[in-house]
């Protein structure tokens, strides 16, 4: 299970001015590093206007982020404890809006669902 940890995270080295873009790099078991790019967008349905939605992984050719790619980091739960400290970062400068963090597909649903519930008590002071 995925161990959040806002104290050991990743620094980026890649902030945007408006905090909705952040790279940082991960190393992989195989000794290669991989930039990690975290995207904050507004979610595109309307009814959903103040909800904005947290996307991460490395780059496709086409320069999107490939949400999909099966990754083998040395340390996922820095990984995640960075990619969520970069979303509360975010919050914290916009304190109006929420983000949703949704698999690519039901698998990875599953996988923040689970990491969530298994963090719960140490995110609740950042998460609701």
Excluded: W
Excluded at 4 to 10: K, R, V
Excluded at 11 to 31: A, R
Excluded at 55 to 69: E, H, Q, Y
Aim: hydrophobic residues 40%; aromatic residues 12%; negative net charge.
């Amino acid at each position: 299970m995925i161990k959040i940890n806002l104290e050991d995270t990743y620094s980026p080295f890649y902030i945007s001015e408006d905090l909705k873009t952040f790279i940082f790099q991960s190393e992989l078991k195989d000794g290669t590093l991989v930039d990690i790019h975290v995207s904050i967008f507004q979610h595109p349905d309307d009814l959903l206007s103040n909800v904005y939605n947290l996307g991460f992984g490395p780059l496709t050719a086409n320069s999107r982020i490939d949400d999909k790619i099966k990754l083998k980091h040395i340390d996922v739960n820095k990984v995640f404890s960075t990619v969520l400290l970069l979303g509360i970062t975010f919050l914290h400068k916009n304190k109006c809006l929420s983000i949703g963090i949704d698999g690519s597909d039901d698998i990875r649903a599953y996988l923040y669902h689970r990491m969530f519930r298994y963090n719960i008590v140490h995110l609740s002071d950042f998460y609701q």
